[in-house]
């Protein structure tokens, strides 16, 4: 069974990191990609990054880029998005998703998420 | 940046009748288009991929169409678990936008 978490999500003031982690099991990680998506309390969903099975190529939404970086550990199974200069804005629940097997272009296994909070 | 447009924002419908759903692209993405299903308190969940391709597990009734810039899902007899958000999501390269979602609820 597929299984993603999510964790390190929490209350960080304006301005400071978070690095967000999620643990995938039940597949083979090192065959595909990953991506993170977030979810503004009330609001739609915004994929946020995206990286490639061995790291080769990344993908950044303009709202973050410069400020996150993805990256991930094949050996560990796991998925990091560390996120600095934080704003009011990036206030979401944060998913973990991996790519649909027949296609890189949907996410079909999605983590529960992790809340981050960026409130002084 | 791609952006998506949903229509209508909002769909009251009856258990039983047709539901169409449109996604628009500001520019073609070919045939890169998923939609996905997600319930309040849940994750999203995977209906279509590649415009037209149902995931595994998804009932028969969920179809996706189009191609370039128009696309639609289509769910040919509401059942009551199906009232929810749906959103189209597209991939350019290694960007990826969603659409601002559809709101299916009970008339």
């Known amino acids: 069974e597929v299984q993603l978490v999510e964790s390190g999500g929490g209350l960080v003031q304006p301005g400071r990191s978070l690095r967000l982690s999620c643990a995938a099991s039940?597949?083979?990680?090192?065959?595909?990609?990953m991506h993170w998506v977030r979810q503004a309390p009330g609001k739609g969903l915004e994929w946020v990054s995206g990286i490639s099975w061995n790291s080769g190529s990344t993908g950044y939404a303009d709202s973050v880029k410069g400020r996150f970086t993805i990256s991930r550990d094949n050996a560990k199974n796991s998925l990091y998005l560390q996120m600095n200069s934080l704003r009011a804005e990036d206030t979401a629940l944060y998913y973990c998703?991996?790519?649909?097997?027949?296609?890189?272009?949907?996410?079909?296994?999605w983590g529960q998420g992790t809340l981050v909070t960026v409130s002084s | 940046e791609i952006v998506l447009t949903q229509s209508p924002a909002t769909l009251s419908l009856s258990p039983g009748e047709r539901a169409t759903l449109s996604c628009r692209a500001s520019?073609?993405?070919?045939?890169?288009l998923a939609w996905y299903q997600q319930k309040p308190g849940q994750a999203p969940r995977l209906l279509i991929y590649?415009?037209?391709n149902r995931a595994t597990g998804i009932p028969a009734r969920f179809s996706g169409s189009g191609s370039g810039t128009d696309f639609t899902l289509t769910i040919s007899s509401l059942e009551p678990e199906d009232f929810a958000v749906y959103y189209c999501?597209?991939?350019?390269?290694?960007?990826?936008?969603f659409g601002p979602g559809t709101k299916v609820d009970i008339k």
């Open positions: 998703a991996k790519v649909e097997r027949g296609s890189s272009s949907a996410f079909d296994y």
């Open positions: 590649d415009a037209s």
């Open positions: 039940g597949f083979t990680f090192d065959d595909y990609a």
């Open positions: 520019q073609s993405v070919s045939s890169y």
């Open positions: 999501q597209q991939r350019s390269s290694w960007l990826f936008t």
